[in-house]
């Protein structure tokens, strides 16, 4: 299979490294002048500077001849501080899952529905590759290197995508099309089409059938998420409002297969790959929201 050529519009700049310089122990001696406001300047004073070794501690005898003993704060801060760098190292990660728990928190104090982030591991693989991808030391081809690591970012969205369709299966009210658990099988099995898309751009191993199958995949999420807010729209009672969400659902879903089709028959034009992703996952997007959209409204009038 041939392999897309990996083009970007753009380069990105030069990277410029500055190093910078550690701090040193002052070791040696260092003469300080004191401040007298009257009178001849006095001569320097001087200091011996010593090292942080120096200044341990040294026991004393005590009148009954018996060692004083040993201080344990210089154990105990050192622990501490190894303890604050263990920590340290996962600051970050701890960071954005607070952010995460507050924003659910905040939405669940508004009373609307928090729905749960089902590719975690995942998505954290995908980071692993990007960050091994942009601290590579191989400048040699840049542009490659970027377009790999675009795709990792498209690869993520798409989970988010896949996320959400996972919470509408959770969500349904008993679907007759598909049961619940086909639709998590289903959309984990898009998941990991995503995943190994993210890997092969991570080995520069992206070719044209990796893109039409995370097209692919795309499409399967549209197509499960189609049947599971239809499965819902069903329950409605007949009316205007079933008539509208209907009417709606069939013009977005006409409009995404257009939209598709156009973008796979690009790839044979040897498109620019970041852009097919960009344009793919934007439909897929935009088209699962508006489901979503469709969705709620059929929830608000079923509970």
Not at 62 to 80: F, K, V
Not at 277 to 303: E, M, N, P
Request: hydrophobic share 40%; aromatic share 6%; proline share 4%.
């Amino acid at each position: 299979m041939a392999a897309l050529p990996l083009r970007l519009s753009w380069s990105p700049p030069a990277t410029v490294v500055a190093a910078s310089r550690c701090a040193r122990p002052i070791r040696g001696a260092m003469h300080v002048h004191p401040l007298c406001r009257q009178g001849p300047s006095s001569a320097p004073v001087k200091m011996e500077t010593r090292t942080r070794d120096a200044f341990r501690f040294h026991c004393q005898k005590r009148a009954d001849h018996h060692p004083e003993p040993e201080p344990e704060q210089e154990q105990e801060l050192e622990d501490d501080d190894a303890d604050m760098v263990a920590s340290s190292e996962n600051d970050g990660f701890d960071l954005v899952e607070k952010v995460q728990r507050y924003q659910k928190a905040f939405r669940a104090m508004l009373g609307g529905h928090v729905a749960a982030d089902m590719f975690l591991q995942e998505k954290d693989q995908i980071s692993n590759y990007m960050l091994k991808i942009s601290s590579s030391g191989d400048l040699g081809n840049v542009n490659a290197r970027v377009v790999a690591e675009t795709v990792c970012a498209r690869a993520r969205t798409a989970l988010d995508v896949a996320s959400k369709v996972m919470d509408i299966a959770d969500l349904g009210l008993g679907t007759t099309e598909i049961s619940q658990h086909t639709a998590h099988q289903m959309v984990r099995t898009y998941a990991a089409i995503f995943c190994n898309v993210a890997e092969d751009a991570y080995h520069m191993k992206i070719e044209m059938e990796t893109i039409q199958t995370f097209l692919g995949a795309l499409r399967g999420l549209g197509a499960i998420c189609h049947i599971l807010v239809q499965d819902t729209v069903t329950k409605l009672k007949d009316g205007p409002l079933k008539n509208n969400i209907n009417r709606h659902m069939d013009t977005h879903s006409q409009e995404f297969d257009k939209k598709m089709n156009t973008l796979e028959d690009e790839i044979a034009k040897i498109k620019t790959v970041t852009k097919v992703l960009y344009d793919g996952l934007q439909y897929a997007r935009s088209y699962i929201f508006r489901l979503v959209k469709c969705h709620k409204t059929a929830l608000q009038h079923l509970t």
